[in-house]
Nanobody, 125 residues
């Protein structure tokens, strides 16, 4: 089994910064794209930023210039540095990853889509 464990959320004042981390562990052969999604109360989950295994990045227009996604392939970890935070950034942030894994050695490697448990980010004065 594979787990994505997130950390780094919390309460921050407008204009402040936070850094989210998401570490993958378990039976992993390789990790393709990784990303962060946000879900505010009463709204659908939406993409914030993504990064390919080669380091190409993509951002939602609302966070361009403020957020930076990065990854450490040796640690199977993806990060989201959030600067100049606004109240409208308040949401639960979820890590997502496309991981080549297998339940046990009896099974073939296969690409699965995994999600973290979510971490709350609250931007408020």
């Amino acid at each position: 089994q594979v787990q994505l464990v997130e950390s780094g959320g919390g309460l921050v004042q407008p204009g402040g910064s936070l850094r989210l981390s998401c570490a993958a562990s378990g039976s992993i052969s390789s990790i393709n794209a990784m990303g962060w999604y946000s879900q505010a109360p009463g709204k659908q989950r939406e993409l914030v930023a993504s990064i390919t295994s080669g380091g190409s990045t993509n951002y939602a227009d609302s966070v361009k210039g403020r957020f930076t996604i990065s990854r450490d392939n040796a640690k199977n970890t993806v990060y989201l540095k959030m600067n100049s935070l606004k109240p409208e950034d308040t949401a639960v942030y979820y890590c997502n990853a496309e991981i080549v894994s297998r339940p046990t050695a009896r099974y073939a490697w296969y690409t699965y889509d995994y999600w973290g448990q979510g971490t709350q980010v609250t931007v408020s004065s």
